[in-house]
């Protein structure tokens, strides 16, 4: 089986993508999508996120050396929050180390990384009925600023044709989460994921995150995320 018929590679912060998350990790408001292979050479990716907390826009890139022992990712967007907290800019990097053979039909790898943005303010109106009429409270938190994933990934690939496949993976991860009112945290979060080789340098991704969650306005997801990417292979070694 062709290696290189797997071009799209998990930048969508989503990504993310990652694609990348709300890309939790490395992009915030994209799920954490890691691949188990790897293309050798340049790719460069467009990737949306979408959840509960707000929409995601990025541009991501990744390097892989000729080897394809490992690669590197990042990305930048912005995120619309929703609400009184607006938009704000994102950034995400992340390295992952493939573990399976280079032509398998199934594989394995472990990743780790970083994003997050700038912090955003929310405010919040929680109302109480008293005797003498309701009463309206305003709290204001603060989203987390950085955000750590750290998991492992495991999947399958089928070759369609010379320069066509497709490869089915999930990747779940421990995210921990510093900053913002919510204070520092972790949770447990999985995500599985699709890519599809176009052509031998186009390539789509679609994926799904699900698992634990943090309170609107503390950062980090407040329920499952959804993410989707195209991406070209610009060059190879």
């Known amino acids: 089986m062709r290696t290189t018929t797997f071009v799209v590679l998990s930048v969508v912060p ?7 998350r709300p890309a939790a990790g490395q992009i915030t408001g994209a799920p954490v999508l890691q691949n188990v292979w790897a293309t050798p050479g340049i790719v460069g990716a467009l990737d949306i996120g979408s959840g509960s907390g707000g929409s ?15 690669e590197l990712s990042g990305g930048l967007g912005y ?3 929703g609400g009184t907290a607006g938009s704000r800019g994102v950034y995400g990097v992340r390295a992952a180390i493939p ?3 280079a032509s398998s039909t199934f594989g394995f790898g472990g990743f780790a990384g970083i994003g997050g943005g700038q912090g955003k303010t929310f405010s919040t109106q929680d109302t109480a009925f008293t005797p003498g009429g309701p009463l309206v409270t305003v709290v204001d938190s603060t989203a987390s600023t950085v955000e750590i994933p750290v998991g492992v990934a495991v999947g399958w690939r089928h070759a369609i044709g010379a320069t066509h496949g497709v490869s089915v993976y999930a990747s ?12 520092s945290g ?6 599985i994921g699709a890519d599809f080789g176009i052509t031998s340098k186009l390539g789509a991704t679609v994926g799904f995150e699900f698992g634990g969650k943090r309170e609107r306005g503390f950062g980090g997801p407040t329920g499952s995320l959804l993410g989707l990417g195209v991406s070209y292979a610009f060059s190879r070694p």
Do not use: E
């Open 56 to 70: 995601v826009y990025a541009a991501a890139g990744s390097w892989t050396p000729g080897s394809g022992r490992f």
């Open 186 to 191: 972790g949770l447990i979060r999985a995500a």
């Open 79 to 81: 995120q619309r929050m």
């Open 99 to 101: 573990l399976g053979g």
């Open 14 to 20: 989503l990504l993310t993508v990652a694609v990348a």
């Open 172 to 183: 779940p991860s421990y995210t921990f989460f510093s900053g913002g009112s919510g204070g």
